[in-house]
């Protein structure tokens, strides 16, 4: 059979903490060095090793690797799933969590792909940023459970209001609720 999908799976932390006058505050890291997307601000992020590796776990894993800050999986939240493709055509499908609680202070673990790491206010972030990163984050604001995020051949890498392929996929109504 051909055309079967074999899209990688992405795992991607949204870790928020309280920041100034209780906005909330978002941690990202700058890509750098020879990686897709370098010098772009973008979610602590990864891959799963492996079949044998769950999605929760390859998000504890990669956060306490490129953050240091060791969560307890009992602490990780669903936030949105995003069906993306790059601008090169590429897909995948990526799991954005939420985590509110963690032990330890963020730091660059890796800074052969990693130069800079802050927290940013959830309504203010940084450009430039990945717009797959932005993509999930924008969804997740939303309210949104499952995200299409397709960019076109010539979209750019960062995110741009003038090229925001971002489609929300609304969920089925509550039971009993009015429609």
Partial sequence: MTGRHTEPLDV???????????????LLSRRAGPVYASGLWH????????????VVTALVRETHEETG???????????VTVHHRAPSGAARVGFFFEVRRWTGSPRVMEPAVCDAMDWFPLDR???PMVAYGRA???????GARLALHFQEPGDPVAHSP???????VPA????GAAQ
């Fill in 12 to 26: 991607h932390l949204i870790a928020l903490r309280t920041g100034e006058a209780g906005r909330p505050e978002v």
């Fill in 43 to 54: 979610l602590p992020s990864g891959h799963l090793d492996g079949p044998h590796e769950d």
């Fill in 69 to 79: 800050l060791v969560v307890d999986p009992a602490a990780v939240r669903a936030a």
């Fill in 125 to 127: 972030l940084p450009a």
């Fill in 136 to 142: 999930g984050l924008d969804a997740h604001r939303a």
């Fill in 162 to 168: 003038t090229a925001d392929r971002l489609r929300l």
């Fill in 172 to 175: 089925p109504p509550v039971a």
